[in-house]
């Protein structure tokens, strides 16, 4: 497992941006396939949006598809995910997982190992 700490959380009106950041704590990402979910109280967590470790291929979730961006700086040991556009239906807490080699298509929370603490976003409308 690697420990993995999130932020750029915070309150946004309705059509604003954020954008998350992913840090892995003395461990470099260069193996691991990121992903992002997030979880809205008294709901599921739920698949947002992934990068895989080799390729650097990304897949979205439907309902984010065309606003959110997932990337990834191995250099910096950091994934990061771009929201744009966002509603209210957004609002949750957002956390990044990691597995090691995950191949593509890894949308179950059970797919990933290691997680961050999560960073809540808030959307006013």
């Known amino acids: 497992q690697v420990p993995l700490v999130e932020s750029g959380g915070g309150l946004v009106q309705a059509g604003g941006s954020l954008r998350l950041s992913c840090a892995a704590s003395?461990?470099?990402?260069?193996?691991?396939?990121m992903g992002w979910f997030r979880q809205a109280p008294g709901k599921e967590r739920e698949f947002v949006a992934a990068i895989t470790w080799r390729s650097g291929l990304t897949y979205y979730a439907d309902s984010v598809k065309g606003r959110f961006t997932i990337s990834r700086d191995n250099a910096k040991s950091t994934a990061y995910l771009q929201m744009n556009s966002l509603k209210p239906e957004d609002t949750a807490a957002y956390y990044c997982a990691a597995e090691a080699f995950g191949g593509w298509g890894r949308i179950r929370p059970t797919d990933f190992s290691s997680w961050g603490q999560g960073t809540q976003v808030t959307v006013s409308s």
């Open positions: 003395g461990r470099t990402l260069n193996s691991y396939t």
